[in-house]
């Protein structure tokens, strides 16, 4: 009993519960003992920065590192690393490989999705191949519908000279249709020595002649390629001289002259030229111009048409002259 008639309370044994706290409590002050000089470490060195920023001798570089967020460093060296790969792939010429490697990537991911070309249409081809206006518009057995632009591909087959025009339909999921209007062989034409086939507009078709383009007309000289339509379509209308025509020489790309086939130059004015054909054709016909032993015809000047003869020709017309003389001679004596 207590004073004053209190019953004191009994004294209970502390439990296992009591012991486990008293052990957290103890490993916490531990723990916080060990730890304390890391803290303070800690605590010094961010007491420190804003001092050393402040101290910065550059106001430029302290005010960076004040206000630049920190990931900007990261994000400016990684921009720094993709540029200094992307200027490698410049300058080493691999951008066509890493592009093509992209475009086949994609086209592969879209091939196996079921965009594949598994059909093409092609309309108006004559001289070229399926493959070959294929390759010219870039289209291969990697190229997939959905990824196809056909605007470029119509681009890469107009360029091509043999082709005046192209059209590309793409009909998903997996066909092609190209039409191509090209251009026939109109002319041979040849300038400095090089021979080539051209069409009706001037167009280069081909730099080496085949055995199919060998009876084609043949133009000569300077802008001899895009003014041959016209001249030809006139020289047609007089089959006589077409039909033993050669060559059709342009000169000065002002006028033309003719190369028969026996070696006859005929020279042609700059204006009139029909007029000049048409007499040409008459004196043929009448008199069987082309036959006599001539080897050039000037009808350059409107009022008249002189003619060269060969040198046998002018010898044997040179001794005709010198005989006749010696008769007039002998005639004159003898009177």
Do not use: C
């Amino acid at each position: 009993m207590l004073g004053k008639g209190r019953l004191s309370r009994s004294v209970r044994p502390q439990g296992p519960q009591t012991d486990l706290r008293l052990a957290a409590k103890g490993a916490a002050i531990l723990l916080r003992e060990q730890l304390a000089p890391l803290a303070r470490f800690l605590a010094e060195m961010r007491a420190r920065k804003p001092a050393i920023r402040e101290q910065s001798h550059n106001r430029f570089i302290a005010a960076l590192e004040r206000y630049v967020p920190r990931r900007v460093g990261i994000a400016a060296t990684v921009l720094m690393l993709g540029s200094s790969v992307a200027l490698g792939v410049v300058k080493g010429d691999h951008l066509e490989a890493v592009t093509e490697f992209l475009s086949d990537t994609r086209n592969a991911a879209a091939n196996a999705a079921g965009f594949r070309i598994a059909s093409v249409t092609l309309n108006g081809r004559k001289q070229l191949t399926q493959d070959e206006i294929l390759a010219i518009g870039g289209v291969n057995g990697r190229s997939s519908l959905l990824f196809l632009d056909a605007a470029t591909v119509r681009d890469k087959l107009k360029a091509n000279p043999w082709i005046a025009d192209a059209n590309v339909l793409k009909l998903y999921p997996d066909r092609l249709q190209i039409d191509v209007t090209e251009r026939t062989a109109f002319a041979l034409w040849q300038q400095d020595g090089r021979l080539s086939v051209v069409a009706d507009d001037g167009a280069v078709l081909e730099t080496y002649v085949s055995r199919r383009f060998t009876a084609l007309p043949l133009v000569v000289g300077k802008g001899a390629d895009t003014r041959a339509k016209d001249f030809l379509a006139l020289l047609d209308r007089y089959p006589q001289v077409r039909a033993v025509t050669r060559a059709a020489i342009l000169v000065g790309e002002r006028r033309w002259n003719l190369r028969l086939k026996d070696g006859l130059d005929v020279r042609l004015p700059e204006n009139d030229v029909g007029n000049a054909l048409a007499m040409l054709s008459t004196l043929d016909k009448e008199d069987h111009l082309f036959a006599k032993d001539i080897v050039a015809i000037d009808m350059r000047l409107s009022d008249r048409l002189t003619v060269r003869l060969s040198e046998d020709a002018a010898r044997a017309r040179d001794d005709l002259f010198k005989a006749k003389d010696k008769t007039d001679k002998k005639k004159a004596g003898a009177a």
